[in-house]
């Protein structure tokens, strides 16, 4: 990968890659990868007075997410569509047991609302459409909505 280029893993909305490309257009799919000592919250603030997908550190945990390749000039789009999200580097490990260093978002502005349902099928439309493993998509199917 050249320097121009970056991993992004993304585990909530943005796995739908139609999603992803209606904000900053064009990007590669690398695959499905998880993210290992994470787990997945839905307790981000959106602006929205709802609960949005969040990180949180957890040993023996792994958060199941789809990693693309984006042009660096891309970010501070990305950015945008991320706000009360911090980029982070972290390291994700794809189908072939690789490690891969990617940046991600996490959050430290929580709530205990829940997600709208509109959100949890983005979330839901990613997972399928990557293939996510069967048992991680049903604890998704579980997510609670307002």
Same mark, same amino acid.
């Given at each position: 990968m050249n320097?121009?280029?970056? =991993?992004?893993?993304?585990?909530g909305?943005?796995?739908?890659?139609e999603?992803?490309?209606?904000?900053i257009?064009k990007?590669?799919t690398?695959?499905?990868a998880?993210l290992?000592?994470?787990?997945?919250?839905?307790?981000?603030?959106?602006?929205?007075?709802?609960?949005k997908?969040?990180?949180?550190?957890?040993?023996?945990?792994?958060?199941w997410?789809?990693?693309?390749?984006?042009?660096?000039?891309?970010?501070?789009k990305?950015?945008? =569509?991320e706000?009360? =999200?911090?980029?982070?580097?972290?390291?994700?490990v794809?189908?072939?047991?690789?490690s891969?260093?990617a940046?991600t978002?996490?959050s430290?502005?929580t709530?205990?609302e829940?997600?709208?349902?509109? =959100?949890?099928?983005?979330?839901?439309?990613?997972?399928?459409e990557?293939?996510?493993?069967?048992?991680?998509?049903?604890?998704?199917?579980?997510?609670?909505?307002?």
């Amino acid at each position: 990968m050249n320097n121009n280029k970056v =991993y992004y893993f993304a585990y909530g909305s943005n796995m739908s890659k139609e999603r992803l490309e209606k904000r900053i257009s064009k990007v590669k799919t690398m695959g499905k990868a998880k993210l290992p000592n994470y787990k997945l919250v839905i307790n981000k603030e959106g602006n929205d007075g709802s609960g949005k997908a969040n990180i949180v550190y957890s040993l023996d945990n792994e958060v199941w997410g789809v990693f693309y390749e984006l042009e660096k000039s891309k970010l501070e789009k990305l950015d945008s =569509y991320e706000p009360n =999200y911090e980029r982070i580097n972290v390291e994700i490990v794809n189908d072939l047991s690789e490690s891969l260093n990617a940046i991600t978002y996490i959050s430290t502005k929580t709530t205990d609302e829940k997600p709208f349902e509109w =959100y949890k099928q983005h979330i839901l439309k990613g997972a399928y459409e990557h293939n996510l493993p069967n048992d991680y998509t049903k604890k998704l199917e579980q997510i609670e909505t307002k």
